[in-house]
């Protein structure tokens, strides 16, 4: 039976009604009535072609939340009708180092969920099941969709460079990605000072858990935390002053790039070799990064802000996101 979703036909182009037949399903596949669908700017880079891998038609979608329709004989952890999600990672081959010792998200032959592939835009999809999470009882299904992705990708870099209370972070962009920065910072009960290009942000960004605010457009504000981080995460994809920021880091900090700012990144070498400075970046997170993600999450009663719209409205959210319109993020529901 084929699967109804929304396609961009061409490269750049609006989503329109497309229906494909699904692959068989395979002994590890579950097949997901999808109920809710996040959207974030990966999916316009691929509507857009713009990191050249796109294939068209293109079913966009990687924060997916519904309801397991039917399992592979060798799915034993997922049952019918049991509540899960799916981020941006669809499978990897779980055979080589990397797989082995819990890093499948760093795979060479990991796939994405809407690379080469249909993603949630769709009534239905078929995926991995070993790449499929169930959702905590506690949690929305609204909810748990960015969380998939966007919570992943801010949550693994806190586990990965040892955040604690002691902890002093930074970060930059409070948009889709950085506010769930600080909301988890907050939990984690660090300072977190939050840089942005939008003073009227301010009050909010204080509201989600920032002990600071800065105006990220104006380079003596940046110089007043000369020395102070330990962690700078860098959530915005356009190209900044990144020697004033790692002047900012104190000895032995990082600065970890979550978006991907154009062309090459110069830095003088002194600033990392004198005080033991790194630049480094970081994606999604693993599968038990993700599974204890969620758990945080429910723990700390983090909710991403939503704006929430039928699937219906597809492209009218795009164009909200297109826009920088949105604030946080944007879930669509079937």
């Not at 019918?80 to 055979?95: E, P, Y």
Request: proline content about 5%; aromatic content about 6%; charged content about 20%.
């Amino acid at each position: 039976m084929a699967f109804a979703a929304l396609a961009a036909l061409s490269k750049g182009g609006s989503l329109e009604p497309f229906s494909y037949e699904p692959a068989p399903l395979g002994p590890d596949d579950v097949e997901i009535d999808v109920t809710h669908c996040g959207l974030c700017h990966s999916d316009i880079h691929l509507i857009d072609d713009a990191w050249n891998r796109a294939k068209f038609p293109q079913v966009p979608g990687h924060e997916i939340v519904g309801k397991v329709a039917a399992v592979g004989s060798a799915i034993t952890e997922l049952a019918i009708g049991q509540r899960v999600g799916v981020g941006w990672q669809r499978s990897a081959c779980l055979s080589c180092d990397l797989c082995v010792g819990g890093e499948e998200n760093l795979c060479r032959k990991q796939q994405a969920t809407c690379m080469g592939h249909h993603g949630g835009l769709a009534d239905k999809i078929r995926i991995d099941g070993r790449f499929t999470f169930a959702i905590p009882d506690e949690m929305e299904s609204a909810v748990a969709a960015p969380l998939l992705c966007g919570g992943a990708t801010v949550y693994a870099p806190l586990r990965r460079f040892g955040v604690t209370a002691a902890t002093s972070v930074a970060v930059i962009g409070i948009g889709g990605l950085g506010h769930m920065a600080l909301m988890m910072l907050r939990a984690f009960g660090c300072e977190a000072t939050a840089f942005s290009t939008s003073p009227n942000k301010r009050e909010e960004a204080l509201a989600m858990g920032a002990t600071d605010f800065a105006a990220s457009t104006d380079p003596k504000e940046i110089r007043k935390h000369f020395g102070r981080f330990d962690l700078i995460l860098s959530t915005v994809h356009a190209k900044l002053d990144w020697t004033t920021y790692l002047q900012t880091l104190r000895p032995n900090g990082t600065l970890c790039l979550l978006g991907m700012p154009p062309g090459v990144i110069q830095v003088p070498p002194a600033l990392l070799v004198t005080g033991h400075r790194s630049l480094t970046g970081s994606d999604i997170g693993s599968r038990r990064t993700i599974r204890e993600m969620l758990r945080f999450a429910v723990r700390h009663r983090i909710a991403p802000l939503l704006e929430r719209m039928p699937m219906s409205e597809a492209n009218a959210a795009l164009t909200r996101l297109r826009e920088n319109q949105v604030r946080y993020r944007v879930v669509l529901e079937r």
